[in-house]
């Protein structure tokens, strides 16, 4: 059985994260795998794919809207004799789902990786959504409310919907209970309309001073972050990372983890920081509440106020205590392991 990956790009997002993980567990349970990148501009993963010894193909045209990757995606699938083709991501969907018109007998399968985009705040693109969608064997949705939110944006069938939650490389996030030491909040997030950072950043300033704040990520939206800090005068409270390859490591060290988001397909981030140990505090949206749940503290969309006090409430040792033993906890249901062994099952039930 020979898998091929297909990502629009390796830019910093949650699908991108999982198939670094996601690959090589797939490797490990004996299965051939490798990944087509349809535009390399603006990459943060790739060296860190090569070193795990993910085989990487590239288009040479190296432009995710170019209607030549029909026929790059349809080559590679028959060069390289693949069995089952994966896509993940708009752009690799659209020209999956019509490469294979050019090479029939293949299994075609893709994940939807977010609750909402926007796609949907058009009608004209349902149609174009319900041919895309329509076109795969499967279609595998990251959460129950992205299944949901899928099907009542498509209408496509419930058979053709799998569940698969993403999983996460516990050797590198597993940390031990902790016990609060200081007042350091992160948010471990790109810079995208999916994220609500700007609340984030408001709720900093009616925090006291002796709480700081951290941002590791990049994208659009950054600099008009970077305004909001200048303008409530808290640029000594607030770092700016960027891309890190050190977020195991950061999130042992802070004390808080936040994740604010306006939508949510799953939340890797906050699962991240739950297996760390570090409590985490999320926006109370779909995907993301379906992670956190009790393990953490849920605050509404874009409400200043009720962050501020959910954040104070982790300033009680035992609930802070407590919040850092039950994410750890919770976090072990969603290994990479487990994750790649269920995309497996569904690969070979699909090729007999």
Same mark, same amino acid.
Request: proline fraction near 2%; aromatic fraction near 6%; avoid cysteine.
């Given at each position: ?21 996601? %690959? ?98 058009? $009608? ?94 990049? *994208? ?59 409590? %985490? ?5 779909? *995907? ?35 919040? $850092? ?10 290994? %990479? ?16």
């Amino acid at each position: 059985m020979k898998i091929l990956h297909i990502i629009t790009s390796l830019e910093l997002g949650g699908a991108e994260k999982l198939l670094l993980d996601l %690959i090589p567990a797939q490797k490990r349970q004996g299965v051939d795998v490798e990944l087509l990148v349809l535009d390399t501009n603006g990459e943060k993963f790739l060296e860190e794919y090569e070193k795990r010894g993910i085989k990487i193909h590239k288009t040479q045209i190296n432009n995710r809207m170019s209607l030549k990757n029909i026929f790059e995606i349809a080559k590679l699938i028959k060069i390289q004799k693949i069995d089952i083709v994966h896509a993940h991501l708009i752009h690799s969907q659209i020209w999956t789902s019509l490469a294979r018109y050019l090479n029939k007998n293949v299994i075609y399968i893709t994940t939807e990786h977010s609750t909402h985009n926007r796609r949907r705040e058009k $009608s004209i693109y349902k149609i174009l959504d319900k041919f895309i969608y329509n076109s795969f064997v499967k279609v595998i949705a990251i959460s129950e409310a992205t299944a949901r939110e899928l099907i009542k944006w498509t209408g496509i069938s419930l058979k053709k919907i799998d569940v698969i939650p993403n999983g996460v490389s516990l050797r590198a996030f597993m940390g031990k209970p902790k016990e609060r030491k200081g007042n350091n909040l992160i948010m471990v997030s790109r810079f995208h309309q999916s994220k609500d950072h700007i609340t984030v950043v408001r709720a900093l300033e009616k925090l006291p001073k002796e709480y700081t704040l951290t941002f590791i990520g990049e *994208g659009e939206t950054e600099e008009a972050v970077k305004r909001e800090v200048l303008m409530l005068n808290l640029a000594d409270r607030v770092q700016f990372l960027g891309y890190s390859n050190s977020v195991p490591v950061l999130l042992k060290r802070a004390d808080i983890a936040i994740q604010s988001s306006n939508f949510e397909g799953f939340g890797l981030s906050a699962l991240e920081a739950m297996a760390s140990g570090t409590p %985490i505090v999320a926006t109370n949206v779909e *995907g993301l509440a379906d992670i956190v749940s009790e393990s953490g503290l849920l605050f509404k969309v874009g409400d200043v106020n009720d962050l501020v006090q959910k954040i104070k409430i982790l300033e009680d040792s035992k609930v802070y205590s407590d919040k $850092s033993k039950m994410g750890i906890k919770s976090s072990l249901v969603y290994s %990479i392991e487990a994750t790649a062994k269920k995309y497996i099952e569904l690969y070979k039930e699909e090729l007999k």
